[in-house]
C-alpha cells in the first residue's frame, strides 16, 4: 500500500529563517497532498495542500513544491516565527473525491527560536 | 455549526474493558475517519466510512470495531482493551469537492489510557 516518509523528525532554527521539511510518496497514482499543522495538544488542521496538475502552491510565508517524477513534495516555511512552532504531518491521496482517504507521513516538529 | 465533536476528551480503562468513542460531523459530509496518533508514528488510520452504510478497514483496524450509525455520527468501539492501544484518537470528516478531495477537518480528540 501507499507509504509516506517524512523528513526531519525534528527542525530547530532561529526566528527569521527559512524551514524545509520533505515528504517522499511510494504510490505514483498519488494525486493529492496536504500539509496539517499540530500545535501541542490541539487537534491537526490544514495549512496548505497541492494538487498532482500543479507543481508549486504559495500562501504568505508557506509554500509547497510537488516533483511527481521523483514522487517528493516540500514544505517552505519562510521569515520563521515562534507561533510556527508546532508538528507538521505532511499526506497524501489517491482516492476518488468525497473519500478523503489519507496516508500520514511521521510528523515533523519545528521548533523556533526567539 | 461545532464541525466535527468527539466524546469523551479523556478516559482512563483497565485492560480488558470495553469502550466506545463517538463522533459526529454537522457538516453533511459523506466520509468519516477514525486515525490513532502515537508519538513519532503520525497518524494511523483505524478504519473509515466512505459513506452511510459502509465502513473498511484501514492500516491499524486490529483490536477496534466501528459502526456508521447514520450520516452524522461514525462511533469506534475497543472490545476488550490492551495497553498497546493507549493513544489519541481522533475522528476526522472530509470535505469533497468537484475537483476531488478537499480538506479533512479532524475533531479535538480523545485521550485513551489503558492501564
Known amino acids: 500500500g501507499e507509504n509516506v516518509e517524512q523528513h526531519p523528525s525534528t527542525l530547530s532554527v532561529q526566528e527569521g529563517d527559512s524551514a524545509v521539511i520533505k515528504c517522499t510518496y511510494s504510490d505514483s497514482a498519488s494525486n493529492y497532498f496536504p500539509w496539517y499543522k499540530q500545535e501541542l495538544g490541539k487537534r491537526p488542521q490544514l495549512i496548505i495542500d497541492?494538487?498532482?496538475?500543479?507543481g508549486e502552491k504559495k500562501d504568505q510565508r508557506i509554500a509547497v513544491t510537488l516533483n511527481k517524477t521523483a514522487k517528493h513534495f516540500s514544505l517552505h516555511i519562510t521569515e520563521t516565527q515562534p507561533e510556527d512552532s508546532a508538528v507538521y504531518f505532511c499526506?497524501?491521496?489517491?482516492?476518488?473525491?468525497?473519500?478523503?482517504?489519507?496516508?500520514f507521513g511521521q510528523g515533523t516538529t519545528l521548533q523556533v527560536k526567539p | 455549526n461545532a464541525g466535527v465533536t468527539q466524546t469523551p476528551k479523556f478516559q482512563v480503562l483497565k485492560t480488558g474493558q470495553s469502550m466506545t468513542l463517538q463522533c459526529a460531523q454537522d457538516?453533511?459530509?459523506?466520509?468519516m475517519y477514525w486515525y490513532r496518533q502515537d508519538p513519532g508514528m503520525g497518524l494511523r488510520l483505524i478504519y473509515y466510512s466512505a459513506s452511510e452504510g459502509t465502513t473498511d478497514k484501514g492500516e491499524v483496524p486490529n483490536g477496534y470495531n466501528v459502526s456508521r450509525l447514520n450520516k452524522r455520527e461514525f462511533s469506534l468501539r475497543l472490545e476488550s482493551a490492551a495497553p498497546s492501544q493507549t493513544s489519541v484518537y481522533f475522528c476526522a470528516s472530509p470535505s469533497g469537492t468537484s475537483g476531488g478531495v478537499s480538506e479533512q477537518y479532524f475533531g479535538p480528540g480523545t485521550r485513551l489510557t489503558v492501564t
Open positions: 499526506a497524501a491521496s489517491k482516492t476518488p473525491r468525497n473519500t478523503g482517504k489519507l496516508i
Open positions: 497541492i494538487r498532482s496538475n500543479v
Open positions: 457538516m453533511n459530509h459523506n466520509s
